[in-house]
Structure formats: C-alpha cells, structure tokens
C-alpha cells in the first residue's frame, strides 16, 4: 500500500478484555516495529521484526504484551488482560533498510476502561 | 545508557526566526541520529538524519549540528514558519532500534 495502515483507528475496551491491534505496512518493506507513545511523550519501542523474525522484543513491558508477523507482511500486537495503564496510542513502522528511515501508521489509540 | 535527552520541551518563535533544539545521548553504541516532526493525529515523520562521522548535515532550512565528543547534536530550523509549528523529536538508533528523545513542541507565530 502506499503508506502503513493501521487498524482499527480507535479502540475501547473494558479492563481484563484481550486486545489485537493490527499493521499492514508498506509493501516490501522487510522491517515492522512496534511503538507506543503515550500523551506529550516521544515512542517508545516495544518490539520489531525482520521478514517473519522477531529479532527484539526487549521493550515489551511483560508478558502480557506479543507480537507476531507470521508471513513477514501483517502484523499484530496482542494484549491480553488489559488494564487502565495499557491506555497509549500504539504505533506501528515500517522501513525497507532498518536504517531509521522509518514511515510511521497513524496509530491505533487504545483505551482501557 | 539507553536514554536521549532532549531540550527544550516546548518553544515559542517568531516568523523568521531561527529555532534550535538540543539532544543529548550517552550511549556510543548509537549510529545514527534523525529527526522526527509530527503534527498533531499524525505518525511521526523523518526529516533530517546524520551519521557520527559528520559534524553537519543541512538539507533546505533545517540543519544537524553534530558533536561526537561532547554526545549532543541539535537541529536548526532557519527562517521559522508557522507550518512548521510541529511536536520535534530526536532520535538516535541502536541495533536497528529508534530510541526517541522526550520531543519538543514548537510554536512559530506569524
């Protein structure tokens, strides 16, 4: 696609629900990351994957946080167990070279009630 | 070790003024320094990036300053417009990795 599409937009969901947030990047692009910024703060990395490959998943704040890529296109990030602090706009990038030349989605801003 | 500072965190200029942001990181292992602009409801996008072996970059109105030894680099936004009122952040990469500075708001009133 032209840019890296993220979906759904917005998404409400009552504390202790699972959640999958889900990014399509840019077509070719070998590399997908994951970021999450919370208000007036920069993104913070939580994982990234080259082609199928999870090469870094340091940022993932514990295990209720996973991620997969499984035929190195699509991606998702899956929350299980939300709670109130999960709330943050989670960000998706993709980048040809990996070489900080990162295009970014325009979120999915998840709230935890 | 990990960590980008960035400096300051909101900034008002006039129309043709000339805006400057400061980072700083401590971590040497980083190889590669961009800067970020977002709008808001909008990702992230590059604008300008610079490698350690370069003291300056200048691309149109927007230059890198870069001090290696000193580990701080800064951008400069010469003749400063009202379209360019953005959130700025740094960056620095690690192991394929963004590490973003803490941003800074920038206002540029007519």
């Known amino acids: 696609g032209a840019g890296v599409s993220q979906s759904p937009r917005y998404k409400v969901t009552k504390r202790g629900q699972d959640v999958a947030l889900r990014c399509d990047p ?5 590399s997908l990351y994951w970021y999450r910024q919370a208000l007036g703060q920069g993104p913070e990395f939580l994982t990234y994957f080259n082609y199928e490959a999870q090469q870094d998943k340091s ?4 295990d209720r946080f996973s991620a997969e890529r499984p035929e190195g296109s699509i991606s998702t990030l899956t929350i299980q167990r939300t709670e109130q602090r999960d709330s943050a706009m989670y960000r998706c990038a993709s980048s040809s070279t990996g070489v900080g030349g ?10 935890v009630v | 070790q990990q960590q980008v500072k960035q400096s300051p965190q909101s900034l008002i200029v006039q129309k043709g003024g000339i805006s400057i942001i400061n980072c700083a ?5 980083f190889d590669y320094f961009p800067w970020y602009q977002q709008f808001p409801g909008k990702g992230p996008a590059l604008l300008i990036a610079i490698r350690p072996d ?3 970059k200048k691309e149109g ?3 890198i ?16 417009q009202p379209g360019d009122s953005a959130t700025y952040f740094c960056a620095a990469v690690v192991n394929d990795k963004l590490i973003f500075g803490t941003g800074t708001r920038l206002q540029v009133f007519p």
Do not use: C, W
Request: net charge positive; hydrophobic share 30%; proline share 2%.
């Open chain 1, 102 to 111: 990162y295009t970014f989605g325009s979120g999915t801003r998840l709230t």
């Open chain 1, 26 to 30: 840019i077509s070719g692009h070998v």
């Open chain 1, 59 to 62: 940022g993932l704040p514990n």
């Open chain 2, 61 to 63: 109105r927007f230059t």
């Open chain 2, 25 to 29: 990181y401590e971590n040497t292992a």
């Open chain 2, 54 to 56: 370069v003291s300056e």
């Open chain 2, 65 to 80: 300053s870069f001090n290696k030894s000193a580990k701080q680099f800064s951008l400069h936004i010469m003749d400063s």
